[in-house]
């Protein structure tokens, strides 16, 4: 996997184990393999052998230009583990263990690692049995999905204490986002904006929705809640044996903003059979059937809070969120790709692409998608999933 220039270095085997014996892991280190495909942390498989039997451990080494306060990110995600862990065992859930992230402390007790590079690392208990997609294979698997997101969000909304961090400020503020693509356009300082000049255009064209979600926030219809901000399929562990959702992971940017971002990032992820950088645009379409899915299992978990002003807008938040995902995509090909690792040259213009071509399709489809809010809401409302 190759990466931007602000990628900090390979480490050796000598630092690699080094690292993992910092933390509170009973046993011997035997490896700490790279794992999984994220865009953004280094991710390693751990594996300690303890009593002759392997145990295997998550260990994450936080990208510092993504995430500029790494203790602020892991103090979050601490508060928000311990809290889903009680409301578990509140509710008396099966296998308990395997339903929440479980952060492992240092030797010295604390939550992160600081090493001798000043580069920070956590450190979670691996969830057997579980793993990730890329894409979503039935309406099924969609609904489900959706389900664990809404009683995620349900599940945090009682979450006691002081405001969460924002990991990353304005995360989703499509207006800033459209602001730093500009800019970046305007600098062109790789040579790339002849290359992108209509995919500009697209987004120009569509700036009439920027304000929306946030205007409406700002009068205080939307409230503010606490939401995970990056809601795609593969932040869901699936059980191996029954592809149930098991556990929400990559909770990096847990923290405070609106539940249609969490929604529209679950269509933007999980309504088109192509994946995020297809480069044959004609599989980029959306599938009313899975956006259909998405709807019935969200207000499924989430919807004994939503707000009606919430579940209004859940149709447009998928092209919005869409909309921000391109300008992000866009700005980082511009940018010389330095926020996204990349496998090829014009990766990130191939995501802008898909994105793209995902909301033409959304428009295409909008008429029906609306149709399909308003019948799952006249559902979820007669079963009593509406807030008062």
């Not at 970046?184 to 929306?212: I, N």
């Amino acid at each position: 996997m190759s990466s931007g220039p602000s990628r900090a270095a390979p480490l050796r085997e000598a630092q690699l184990r080094a690292v993992a014996e910092a933390f509170e892991i009973p046993g011997r280190w035997r490896t700490s393999e790279p794992y999984g495909n994220g865009h953004i942390n280094e991710t390693l498989r751990v594996v300690f052998e303890v009593g002759g039997r392997p145990a295997r451990y998550i260990q994450q080494r936080i990208n510092r230009t993504v995430f500029r306060e790494p203790e602020r990110v892991v103090e979050n995600i601490a508060r928000v583990t311990a809290h889903l862990r009680a409301a578990l065992a509140r509710d008396g859930a099966v296998d308990p263990e395997r339903r929440a992230l479980e952060l492992i402390p240092t030797r010295e007790g604390r939550p992160v690692f600081v090493d001798a590079t000043g580069e920070h690392w956590r450190t979670y208990r691996f969830i057997e049995g579980a793993s990730s997609h890329e894409v979503v294979r039935s309406p099924g698997e969609a609904c489900a999905v959706a389900e664990a997101f809404g009683r995620f969000q349900a599940q945090l909304g009682d979450l006691g204490g002081a405001r969460l961090h924002e990991t990353i400020p304005r995360f989703h503020h499509a207006r800033d986002r459209f602001e730093a693509l500009l800019r970046t356009a305007s600098q062109d300082g790789h040579g790339r904006l002849s290359g992108c000049r209509r995919e500009l255009d697209f987004v120009q064209a569509r700036e009439s929705w920027l304000d929306r979600l946030s205007a409406a926030q700002a009068a205080g219809a939307l409230p503010e809640r606490v939401v995970h901000n990056d809601t795609k399929l593969n932040n869901v562990l699936l059980d191996d044996a029954s592809g149930e959702p098991v556990c929400i992971i990559d909770l990096d940017t847990v923290m405070p903003g609106l539940v249609l971002h969490d929604f529209g990032d679950m269509v933007r992820t999980a309504t088109s059979p192509a994946p995020e950088d297809e480069r044959d645009l004609s599989r980029v379409h959306a599938r009313p059937e899975l956006f259909a899915a998405l709807v019935e299992g969200y207000l499924r978990g989430a919807g004994s809070f939503l707000l009606p002003a919430e579940r209004a807008e859940l149709a447009f938040s998928g092209r919005l969120v869409t909309l921000i995902l391109a300008m992000r995509f866009l700005t980082d090909h511009l940018a010389g790709d330095r926020y996204f690792r990349i496998h090829r040259a014009g990766h990130n213009l191939d995501r802008c692409r898909v994105q793209l071509r995902l909301i033409d399709s959304l428009e295409q489809h909008g008429a029906r998608l609306d149709e399909l809010v308003e019948s799952a809401d006249a559902r979820s409302r007669l079963l009593g999933g509406a807030a008062p």
